[in-house]
């Protein structure tokens, strides 16, 4: 069982409306949650982390942790064409290793 | 400026040919891990390093080798490179309770 794991998609969703973005992890260690964007050839760029249950906002952004379930997801509302990307998740095991989700792809239609 | 680099960015090898990729921090931090990218595969850990002299295997480490002799360096090596090891690496450092991680630039390989 991967550590990380991703919905690889392609997701596509037109311009304005809500992209979902979902992940789940093994190790319930695990204490911290991040979310990244990554364009094609290009270092990973962090957009969130998460390390309580719940919600937290920044902007358009919202991304929402269950513990319980293992969960994370991210929610970009009113997408831009810009929000074109990969989008990883990622988890700091317990033992403060960073492992990732293979990712999923990200369509904005105008 | 607060950085992670790594050197060279892009090569063009041949099978069998060693070579050392190296990544550089400027953050005094503990922990450092190198990843490969390859299509539709996400980021796979290859090798991590909680502190120096101090690494462990990750997903994909076969054909690689890692040493940690200063906290601020991290090189990969790759004694006897084959063409499925053409890929795009990452290395990237954090710290305990820090709220970001750090990347370096990539580095692109292919094998011929």
């Known amino acids: 069982q991967k550590e990380v794991e991703q919905n690889s998609g392609p997701l596509s969703v037109p311009e304005g409306a809500i992209a979902s973005l979902n992940c789940t992890y093994s190790?319930?260690?695990?204490?911290?949650f991040f979310w990244y964007r990554q364009y094609s050839g290009k270092s990973p760029e962090l957009i969130m982390f998460?390390?309580?249950?719940g919600d937290k906002e920044d902007g358009r952004f919202t991304a929402q942790l269950n513990k319980a379930s293992q969960y994370v997801s991210l929610l970009i509302r009113d997408s831009q064409p810009s929000d074109s990307a990969t989008y990883l998740c990622a988890a700091l095991t317990g033992a403060n290793n960073l492992f990732f989700g293979t990712g999923t792809r990200l369509t904005v239609i105008p | 400026e607060a950085q992670v680099t790594q050197n060279p960015r892009y090569l063009i090898t041949v099978t069998g040919k060693k070579l050392t990729v190296t990544c550089s921090q400027n953050?005094?931090?503990?922990?450092m891990s190198w990843y490969r990218q390859d299509p539709g595969l996400g980021l796979r850990q290859i090798y991590y390093?909680?502190?120096?002299?101090?690494?462990d295997k990750g997903d994909v480490p076969e054909g690689y080798k890692v040493s940690r002799k200063e906290k601020r360096n991290f090189p990969l090596i790759l004694e006897s490179p084959s063409p499925n090891q053409t890929s795009l690496y990452f290395c990237a450092s954090w710290e305990t309770g820090e709220e970001t991680q750090y990347f370096g630039p990539g580095t692109r390989l292919l094998v011929l």
């Open positions: 953050m005094n931090h503990e922990y």
């Open positions: 190790d319930r260690g695990s204490q911290s």
């Open positions: 998460i390390y309580s249950n």
């Open positions: 390093s909680m502190n120096v002299e101090v690494t």
